[in-house]
Antibody
Framework: QVQLQESGPGLVKPSQTLSLTCTVSGDSISNGTYHWSWIRQPAGKGLEWIGRIYTSGGVTSYNPSLKSRLSISLDTSKNQFSLKLTSATAADTAVYFC?????????????????WGRGTLVTVSS | QSVLTQPPSVSGAPGQRVTISCTGSSSNIGAGADVFWYRQFPGKAPKLLMFDDNNRPSGVPDRFSVSKSGTSASLAITGLQAEDEADYYCQTYDRTVSGTVFGGGTRLTVL
């Protein structure tokens, strides 16, 4: 079955760039029409949508609160998508999840997060 | 501060009924956007629990139900069981954000 796995440094210094990669296994990242997404969760807090990239055309959509620092890209040759968040601060410390935003037609047409990675903790600290 | 407001915690005894509210605005739930509910166990990724319109993914018992009115949505759980203890999140689309928004999450404790 399709699985997602986040990878990247667990510790990032303040003002540096936080970079993470999500590797998709079990199917080609190019198959189907999905939005490959990033979501984060600070310790003990709720979920925050970061942004996504669409399989077709690589169109991106970002959370306005992060847009100025954020870049999400797709590498179909490696079956991966990546996140780069510049000028990291302690407020960016969180568990980062990659997730697949998919469409279903039954029982109705819905777009929702149907697959998630296990999450990876990134700490921003000197 | 989340765009969608949920109570931080709810609790109930086994067998009881609890509800979790999710309050949004005219740019999301009030605009007719679909609302989804996810359940998250400690140390795990969230998993879809309920679609909008009270539709359940395969395997979700009918003890779980959802409703929506105006700018709010609710998740109800009847016949509360110990294994229902988890964090619950609502999620929808927001026109102002032009993207996904989540509620702040509700911790359900089974007494």
């Amino acid at each position: 079955q399709v699985q997602l796995q986040e990878s990247g440094p667990g510790l990032v210094k303040p003002s540096q760039t936080l970079s993470l990669t999500c590797t998709v296994s079990g199917d080609s990242i190019s198959n189907g029409t999905y939005h490959w997404s990033w979501i984060r969760q600070p310790a003990g807090k709720g979920l925050e949508w970061i942004g996504r990239i669409y399989t077709s055309g690589g169109v991106t959509s970002y959370n306005p609160s992060l847009k100025s620092r954020l870049s999400i890209s797709l590498d179909t040759s490696k079956n991966q998508f990546s996140l780069k968040l510049t000028s990291a601060t302690a407020a960016d410390t969180a568990v980062y999840f990659c997730a697949r935003f998919s469409r279903v037609d039954v029982p109705a047409v819905y777009w929702y997060f149907d697959l998630w990675g296990r999450g990876t903790l990134v700490t921003v600290s000197s | 501060q989340s765009v969608l407001t949920q109570p931080p915690s709810v609790s109930g005894a086994p067998g009881q009924r609890v509800t979790i509210s999710c309050t949004g605005s005219s740019s999301n739930i009030g605009a007719g956007a679909d609302v989804f509910w996810y359940r998250q166990f400690p140390g795990k990724a969230p998993k879809l629990l309920m679609f909008d319109d009270n539709n359940r993914p395969s395997g979700v018992p009918d003890r779980f139900s959802v409703s929506k009115s105006g700018t709010s949505a609710s998740l109800a759980i009847t016949g509360l069981q110990a294994e229902d203890e988890a964090d619950y999140y609502c999620q929808t689309y927001d026109r102002t954000v032009s993207g996904t928004v989540f509620g702040g999450g509700t911790r359900l404790t089974v007494l």
